[in-house]
């Protein structure tokens, strides 16, 4: 059987309620049945209780010096919302689960997760629907569009034309 790996990134922000949530007895549960065998946790600054399972291994680090690398390796990213995170997992091709802080002052998270999730790029939810996310089906996720960086110099190169 094909082992499976989820990232979970809480960027540089605290958000200790999503990886309590991601450590879950039932959540953990849920991961197992659905094939998963590790998790690798970046914590950021976060302060929280660090657990352990027998039938999943269960890793934490606070920063990642090639967050790319991880995003790659990995099958399932579970996410905070935030912009810079979301677009390089999308940009990378993976399935994107991202979580809501509703602890923050204003929803700026949600209206990114919102938009991206009407487009059909990501699933997104709040700590307390997380277990009912991480039952949708992935594969009818549509893939984020490739970005064309050479568009910048085009359109410079035919305004100096002119």
Known sequence: MNKKHIFVTVGTTKFDKLISAMTNENILNSLIKLGYSSIQFQ????????????????KYKSFFENFEDEIKR??????????GSCLEVLQCGK???VVINEDLMDNHQ?????????????????????????????????????????????????????
């Open 110 to 162: 949600y209206e990114l997760a919102e938009h991206l999730s009407k487009q059909g790029h990501l699933y997104y939810c709040t700590c307390e629907s997380l277990e009912k996310t991480l039952s949708k089906d992935l594969n009818i996720l549509e893939p984020y569009p490739k970005v064309d960086v050479d568009t910048f110099g085009k359109y410079l190169n035919g305004i100096m034309r002119l």
């Open 43 to 58: 914590t950021g600054n976060g302060n929280f209780t660090t657990v352990s399972n027998e039938s999943i291994e269960i």
């Open 74 to 83: 990995s099958d399932l990213v579970i996410s905070h919302a935030g912009a």
């Open 95 to 97: 399935p994107l689960i």
